[in-house]
């Protein structure tokens, strides 16, 4: 069955303090691999799209990488505005558009 | 409005009513996904249509769960006979054309007493 599973569930880090989240995926040919953010309360907010292994992208504080059977969120000198949870997603050959998420890890950041 | 639309944000109902959730996607997105959030697992795949059609709807739990879209813009999601099982938060989203990169929505709480 495919899978996605994100670690670590939760993650403290201080101001500063840089860190990585992993996704790792089990399925049939990846159509691309998602990472979204979302706040309490909120919808999940798009970050990135990564498509191939050895493709990375990069937006203010955030990087994501690619491999054959993983991701990465680097998260580089984290501010407590990035606390949130951020979630995985793949969307794989035969499942149709829809994306398969991870439960996700809960990041919080403390002054 | 810039963004993917639901209404209502909150909906509390008793065991066994019937509800309605709305969402209105983002102008000019002919792909439209509905999703289902319980709490501390990411969000899982119901249906998704391409225009008027669904293209897809296994991930709909039962007969009790239906969704339409009769104009190819807003989708409804209809559940019968609720249970304390449906409550979760309903989150809707659009893309241009898939395999675009699919925009979520806030949200439809629904609770279910």
């Known amino acids: 069955e495919d899978q996605v599973t994100q670690s670590p569930e939760a993650l403290r880090l201080q101001e500063g303090e840089s860190s990585s989240l992993n996704c790792s995926y089990t399925v049939s040919g990846l159509r691309g691999l998602f990472w979204y953010r979302q706040d309490p309360g909120k919808g999940p907010e798009f970050l990135f799209t990564?498509?191939?292994a050895g493709e990375e992208k990069e937006k203010e504080r955030l990087k994501a990488t690619l491999t054959k059977k993983e991701s990465f969120l680097h998260i580089t000198a984290p501010k407590p505005e990035d606390s949130a949870t951020y979630l995985c997603?793949?969307?794989?050959?035969?499942?149709?558009?829809?994306?398969?998420f991870g439960k996700g890890t809960k990041l919080t950041v403390n002054p | 409005g810039a963004g993917v639309s639901q209404t209502p944000s909150n909906k509390v109902t008793e065991k066994g009513k019937y509800v309605e959730l709305r969402c209105d996607p983002i102008?000019?997105?002919?792909?439209l996904y509905w999703y289902r959030q319980s709490l501390g697992q990411g969000p899982e795949f119901l249906i998704y249509f391409q225009g008027t059609g669904a293209a897809d709807d296994s991930g709909l739990p039962n007969d009790r769960f239906f969704a339409v879209r009769p104009e190819g813009s807003v989708s409804t999601l209809k559940i019968q006979r609720t249970e304390r099982g449906d409550s979760a938060v309903y989150l809707c989203?659009?893309?241009?054309?898939?395999?675009?990169?699919?925009?979520f929505g806030p949200g439809t709480r629904l609770t279910v007493l």
């Open positions: 990564l498509y191939s």
């Open positions: 102008s000019g997105h002919t792909a």
């Open positions: 989203a659009s893309s241009r054309t898939p395999p675009d990169t699919q925009y």
């Open positions: 997603a793949v969307r794989f050959l035969g499942g149709s558009e829809k994306l398969v």
